[in-house]
C-alpha cells in the first residue's frame, strides 16, 4: 500500500502507568520482565535511539501506512498494543490487546514490530526485559475524504470481490497442508494505471500473524514452522500477483496508480 499518511491523521500515544498497571505498581514483578508502569525501578529512564520514549512515537508516525481499504471504506479506531523490549533492545511479542479492526490491528502490530532497537534498561545494574503498552490510532480527516478519486474495481468472469478470485486460485503449499498448518499473510499491492497488478509484497507474513500454535504479533520460534510460514508468505504473494487486470483508479479524470492491502488467509480444513 502507498504510503498515505499526507493524507490521513494517525496519532500514536503513549500509555504509560495507567490502571491497568496499577496493581503491577504496588508490588515488584515475580520475572525479570518489568512492566513499564513500575520505570522508577530503572536506574535511568527508558530510551528509544538515545532520545525519550515520545521519539518512538515520531518513528511510528513516520512508518505507518494507513490501510487503504481502511480509508476506502473510512474504517478508523484505537489499536492497544503490548510488547516486549528485551534485554538487547529489541522489540518481541508483539500482540494486540484491544483490537480496532483487523486492517488496522495488522498495520499496527507490523509497524511495531520492524521497530529499531530501543536502549536496554538495568535494573540495579542488571539488564531486564520491560512490558511495554502502546495505543495506536487511526483517524481519517476531511481532506483524506476525497470524493474526486474513483477506485480501481477488480472484475474478471463473474468476480466483483479480489477475494473470492484468491481463495479459489491459491494453492496451499502442499508440505503446510501436510501439517495442517494454517496463518495470515498481509499483502499489500499496486494497481497501475493501466490496472496491471505490480509489486506485491509481504507487509505482516504469516511468521508474525500467527501459526498453528501463535497468535497475532507473535513470531514463531521453531524453525520448522518458520519455514512452513515463510511458504505461506511466498504463495500469498504469487496468487496477489497473478491477478488479472483491473479496471484502474480514476481522479479528475484519469487512471492513477493506486495502492492495496489484502489479508490472505490459509486455513486447512
Given at each position: 500500500m502507498g504510503r498515505v499518511t499526507k493524507y490521513a491523521v494517525l496519532l500514536c500515544a503513549l500509555l504509560i502507568g495507567l490502571a491497568a498497571n496499577a496493581q503491577e505498581q504496588r508490588k515488584a514483578p515475580a520475572y525479570d520482565t518489568i512492566p513499564i508502569g513500575l520505570q522508577n525501578m530503572f536506574d535511568k529512564p527508558l530510551t528509544?535511539?538515545?532520545?525519550?520514549?515520545?521519539?518512538?512515537?515520531?518513528?511510528?508516525?513516520?512508518?505507518i501506512e494507513y490501510p487503504e481499504e481502511a480509508l476506502l471504506h473510512k474504517i478508523s479506531g484505537r489499536v492497544t498494543l503490548q510488547f516486549i523490549i528485551d534485554t538487547a533492545g529489541v522489540v518481541s511479542d508483539v500482540k494486540v490487546v484491544r483490537?480496532?479492526?483487523?486492517?488496522?490491528?495488522?498495520?499496527a502490530v507490523r509497524v511495531?514490530?520492524?521497530s529499531p532497537a530501543w536502549d536496554p534498561v538495568t535494573v540495579k545494574g542488571r539488564k531486564a526485559n520491560v512490558r511495554f503498552t502502546f495505543?495506536?490510532?487511526?483517524g481519517i480527516s476531511k481532506k483524506e475524504d476525497d470524493t474526486s478519486i474513483v477506485h480501481a474495481k477488480f472484475s474478471h468472469k463473474g468476480h466483483t470481490d479480489f477475494m473470492s478470485w484468491v481463495a479459489e486460485n491459491i494453492e496451499y503449499p502442499k508440505e503446510a497442508a501436510k501439517r495442517g498448518f494454517n496463518g495470515k499473510v498481509a499483502v499489500a499491492f499496486d494497481v497501475s494505471a493501466e490496472g496491471y497488478v505490480e509489486n506485491a509484497r509481504v507487509l505482516t507474513g504469516a511468521a508474525y500473524m500467527g501459526g498453528n500454535t501463535t497468535g497475532s504479533g507473535s513470531k514463531l520460534k521453531n524453525a520448522t514452522e518458520n519455514a512452513l510460514a515463510a511458504t505461506l508468505d511466498a504463495e500469498a504473494v504469487r496468487v496477489v500477483s497473478a491477478s488479472p487486470r483491473w479496471i484502474p483508479a480514476m481522479k479528475d479524470g484519469f487512471p492513477i496508480k493506486v495502492s492495496y492491502n489484502v489479508l490472505v488467509v490459509f486455513q486447512t480444513e
Open positions: 528509544f535511539r538515545g532520545e525519550s520514549i515520545v521519539n518512538f512515537t515520531k518513528w511510528c508516525f513516520d512508518h483490537s480496532a479492526h483487523p486492517l488496522l490491528d495488522n498495520e511495531v514490530s520492524s495505543p495506536v490510532v487511526f
